[in-house]
């Protein structure tokens, strides 16, 4: 029953956090469509000229990250916030490592093949996410 729950508020979390998301991103579109988006990648990479500058920790960033994060609407709103920040970790993981497209696309398509499998279960435990959640509740005991 308690495995139950837990994947019943799993569900949730996810189809809360990706309708904030779509709201966010199709808020974001219709402002760009009507010239609102002060945010540009690609001028913001080449004003940086390779002088250190992060993409990804810049204000135009962050912004934009709580523009399609939902958080202007809702910030009180857990898994708007808890996304808002995955998605904030990858753009600097990318930035930080230098991820190329192709890479990226690659690590997308074991995503999708992986869900058509119906073995997207195996990636928590295969990443050592549950055993890092038990270690939590072990260290939350003592």
């Known amino acids: 029953m308690k495995k139950h729950a ?5 569900r949730k979390f996810l189809q809360g956090s990706l309708a904030s998301m779509a ?4 808020s974001l579109v219709l402002s ?14 080449r004003a940086s ?5 992060s993409l990804a920790r810049s ?11 939902g958080t202007r609407s809702d910030a009180g ?7 808002r920040r995955i998605v904030s970790d990858l753009f600097r993981t990318i930035e930080d490592f230098d991820v190329q497209p192709d890479e990226f ?4 398509d074991f995503l999708t093949a992986t869900g058509q499998a119906r073995e ?23």
């Open 49 to 53: 000229g390779g002088n250190g500058t």
């Open 23 to 26: 709201l966010g991103t199709a």
């Open 59 to 69: 204000e135009p960033m962050k912004d934009f990250l709580d523009r399609i994060g």
């Open 120 to 142: 997207f279960g195996l990636i928590s435990p295969g990443l050592g996410f549950d055993h890092y959640l038990d270690l939590r509740m072990d260290a939350a005991d003592r």
């Open 32 to 45: 760009t469509a009507q010239g609102e988006d002060k945010f540009s990648p690609v001028q913001t990479a």
């Open 6 to 10: 837990k994947h019943i508020n799993r």
């Open 77 to 83: 709103h857990r898994s708007q916030l808890i996304l």
């Open 105 to 108: 696309w690659a690590a997308e």
